[in-house]
């Protein structure tokens, strides 16, 4: 019998690493039985620890700084199951679990990844009612063996069973669902040209605003009239785009990573583009919700984004750029447009609409002149129409 971890992203994705001991250490340095590299910053040096007690396999995180989220959730101690996705620091790497023996011949990681995933989407009320009563009756033990373990090494020292253990509850707090996602938002500045009947510049301008990546591939979301204003301005004939860059959170100006426009709708009045950057194995946002009927009038949701732009970090003095995030509820959910009850300011458009699951909803695109705590945003769907056929 041994644990099995599979790498779901990066250059290793797909990738087995398999551990018949009975304890598995797990960070960034090196002497750990699961070692991910200097690389990985966002995965402590001794991030994590994986425990076999019979037949069941117990993760404790070490006091992490990013955190340790299993399916989605920030877990302080917890059992871990066959498929269940860990990722060890926001935004960093995402491994497959299994429990292997001698006799098993496990699915490829896109299989269990694919399983994971058509599980977690399919999952109804009903069913989650019937896994917490399962979940139940078997919980006390594991949890208490847990925390037992917690307090034998002393990394989780008076941290008691809270809210960090909530395993079966599909609402996140606003700090998880930012944990999950911030990493995947980016700031988008496009620079283009105004030009006359000729075909000449008139004017230069530059436009700021967000984006989020929606593919580990280097695909990118966000809002067509950041990189096509000139479409949106009645007094502009014609216009093009010369110079188009993202900057990832944790970064500063200088650091500024070139895109294309990779994919935009026939229609522009569908405000939304895919941009392109050369770059693979990045942190995508945790995952999409593209059917309004599950999206309800009275549902909370968090943007994310860069309001002011680089405007923002000369009021803080900041030098590398962070995310920031408002929270409202879903007020309207109209053919179109989702319409949001919280403020957006300049720099939020393009930015991510998450629920309380930690998925995108849509794209934050306009808020109303007159009504400035109306914010209105673009179905998530409009972008992945886009890139379906990829």
Known sequence: MRATFTYQIGPNKGERARFDGSVVSVGRASDND???????????????????????????D???????????????ATEIHQDDLIEFGAGGPLVRFAIESDADEQPTASEGLARQTDRSSRTSS????????????????ALILALVVAMSIGAAAGILASSSLRLRDD??????????????VVLVRAEFEALDSNGQPTTREARIGSGFVISPNGLIATNRHLIH???????????????????????TRDDAVPAEVYKLPADKDLDVAVLKIDRSGLAAVHGAEDQLERINQGDEVAII?????????????????EPSLATGIVSRVGHDAIQLSLRANRGNSGGPALNRRGEVIGIVTANVGAAPDITLCTPISAALELIKDR
């Open 34 to 60: 699961l070692s991910f590299g200097d690389h990985e910053r966002r995965v402590s040096s001794h991030h994590a620890q994986v425990s076999r007690r019979g037949d069941q396999y117990v993760l404790l």
């Open 62 to 76: 070490l006091g992490s700084t990013n955190g340790t989220m299993v399916n989605g959730r920030r877990v302080v």
């Open 126 to 141: 009903a069913e989650v009612v019937a896994r917490l009563k399962r979940h139940n009756h078997r919980s006390n033990g």
């Open 171 to 184: 609402d996140l707090t606003f700090a998880e669902v930012a944990g999950l996602n911030s990493g995947a």
């Open 229 to 251: 204003a000139w479409e949106y301005d009645a007094s502009i004939i014609s216009g093009r785009t010369t110079r188009l860059e993202v900057i990832f959170q944790g970064q």
């Open 305 to 321: 984004g860069y309001p002011l732009g680089l405007d923002l970090l000369e009021l803080t003095r900041d030098v590398r750029i």
